[in-house]
């Protein structure tokens, strides 16, 4: 039976604040870290690193822990806790069409004829290898 995943997760980060400095973000529960250049920086990257780590514990299939309540995080001074959410049905549909390189090698007469016509060599094989996988 497949386990449904959830829409969103909402994890506390403690925003870290220095004279001079970047913000510092800590998602205490999940033992990760960011930082952003002012509040709205901070706050998009610690979207993005949120949704990162989410799916690549969805993906293999680790316990999610459990969020710890923002009343029973202890804060130090010039620290202030953020309540993030990362909405995964984007953060997957990013994560799925995300290219990656491939090396390929080719006879060296091919690659020239290819270049001399304007091939472009990542669209040709992605229509061949859809072709051949029949998707």
């Given at each position: ?57 969805e993906e293999d299939g680790e316990c999610i822990p459990q ?9 130090g001074a010039g620290e202030k806790t953020v309540l993030v ?51």
């Open positions: 039976m497949m386990v449904k995943k959830p829409e969103r997760y909402f994890y506390p980060a403690v925003f870290s604040y220095a004279e001079g400095e970047d913000i510092a973000v800590v998602f205490p529960d999940l033992d990760v870290a960011t930082s952003g250049a002012n509040e709205d920086d901070a706050l998009l990257s610690a979207r993005e690193l949120l949704g990162c780590v989410m799916f690549g514990l969020p710890t309540p923002l009343n029973e995080l202890c804060l959410d990362a909405y995964m049905p984007s953060v997957r549909q990013a994560q799925s069409t995300k290219a990656v390189n491939r090396t390929v090698t080719l006879p060296a007469w091919l690659n020239a004829l290819a270049a001399e016509h304007g091939i472009n060599f990542s669209q040709t094989l992605q229509v061949a290898l859809r072709q051949q996988l029949g998707v």
